[in-house]
């Protein structure tokens, strides 16, 4: 059964930093492009940073200098470190598994992270 297992999430003050933590179980972690992505009230979801299997990451411009992936295929997990937080990075923040060669995609529950003073 694969599961996708979001934690980390929380209020926290503008300037302050959180860091998600994403657990899986189920698949071959080390094939899979690792993602997170959120949501924001009344706004789509969007691709916030993805790491491949072989460790090249990429970040939406939002996220650039603030948040870094990173992940451990020694334990099927994958981290979301994010400082310097604004009031505008508010979402539901969810992880993503996604093995191109075999269209194979898994999405986690999600964790809430909430900016505000």
């Known amino acids: 059964q694969v599961q996708l297992v979001e934690s980390g999430g929380g209020l926290v003050q503008p300037g302050g930093s959180l860091r998600l933590s994403c657990a899986a179980s189920?698949?071959?972690?080390?094939?899979?492009?690792m993602s997170w992505y959120r949501q924001a009230p009344g706004k789509e979801r969007e691709l916030v940073a993805s790491?491949?299997?072989?460790?090249?990451?990429n970040y939406a411009d939002s996220a650039k200098g603030r948040f870094t992936i990173s992940r451990d295929n020694s334990k099927n997990t994958v981290s979301l470190q994010m400082n310097q937080l604004k009031p505008e990075d508010t979402a539901v923040y969810s992880c993503k598994a996604s093995w191109i060669w075999s269209g194979s995609e898994y999405w986690g529950k999600g964790t809430l992270v909430t900016v505000s003073s």
């Open positions: 189920g698949f071959t972690f080390s094939r899979y492009t």
């Open positions: 790491a491949t299997n072989t460790g090249n990451t």
